[in-house]
T-cell receptor, first 117, second 113 residues
Framework: AQTVTQSQPEMSVQEAETVTLSCTYDTSESDYYLFWYKQPPSRQMILVIRQEAYKQQNATENRFSVNFQKAAKSFSLKISDSQLGDAAMYFCAYRSPFNTNAGKSTFGDGTTLTVKP | NAGVTQTPKFQVLKTGQSMTLQCAQDMNHNSMYWYRQDPGMGLRLIYYSASEGTTDKGEVPNGYNVSRLNKREFSLRLESAAPSQTSVYFC????????????FGPGTRLTVT
């Protein structure tokens, strides 16, 4: 079974600064997908960024980027120029391939990000 | 295009009561999933349906049953609710194949007293 670990229950960052959220995972699968989701107080799960394991290039989406280290099974999220609206709980998630494991997801326990004005 | 919808948004049950949580998606997705989220924790998979007509257990299936009524709808039933089932329940769907993004519903907050 796959496991996802987020070792930072809480993080804080000053507005306009950069913060990095950590995530490690364990799997025996060679092909998979990794995601970061944002969950604001509204509870809605919002996809922030995704990374395909077969791609060596790190994914970026505007101010959000990842550092994907496949050999180390590490998948950290960097938020640049932090904004007050970035404050939320962030979840790292692992998804198995559809052809072998029905696309099932495993989530970490989350990191609560506070942005200070 | 409503995406993934869930009903109800909130529910309070007494121990031993039963209820069904409804989920529907209008994106013609093949796979649907039910998760629960306990305070301070991530989402844990209860049941999933890889395609219409199939259902399988996830990580925490005890105390639940599911029905994939058709391609659009995937319901979760609690036959005899217990306080340990107090949680927020999320339904999600995915097209499948090479499209891996999962779309989530707004969640149902369930309290069992």
């Amino acid at each position: 079974a796959q496991t996802v670990t987020q070792s930072q229950p809480e993080m804080s960052v000053q507005e306009a600064e950069t913060v990095t959220l950590s995530c490690t995972y364990d799997t025996s699968e060679s092909d998979y997908y990794l995601f970061w989701y944002k969950q604001p107080p509204s509870r809605q799960m919002i996809l922030v960024i995704r990374q395909e394991a077969y791609k060596q290039q790190n994914a970026t989406e505007n101010r959000f980027s990842v550092n994907f280290q496949k050999a180390a099974k590490s998948f950290s999220l960097k938020i640049s120029d932090s904004q007050l609206g970035d404050a939320a709980m962030y979840f790292c998630a692992y998804r198995s391939p559809f052809n072998t494991n029905a696309g099932k997801s495993t989530f970490g326990d989350g990191t609560t990000l506070t942005v200070k004005p | 295009n409503a995406g993934v919808t869930q009903t109800p948004k909130f529910q309070v049950l007494k121990t031993g009561q039963s209820m069904t949580l409804q989920c529907a998606q209008d994106m013609n997705h093949n796979s649907m999933y039910w998760y629960r989220q306990d305070p301070g924790m991530g989402l844990r998979l209860i049941y999933y349906s890889a395609s219409e007509g199939t259902t399988d257990k996830g990580e925490v299936p005890n105390g639940y049953n599911v029905s994939r009524l058709n391609k659009r709808e995937f319901s979760l039933r609690l036959e005899s609710a217990a306080p340990s089932q107090t949680s927020v329940y999320f339904c999600a769907s995915t097209l499948g194949g090479l499209v891996y993004e999962q779309y989530f519903g707004p969640g149902t907050r369930l309290t069992v007293t």
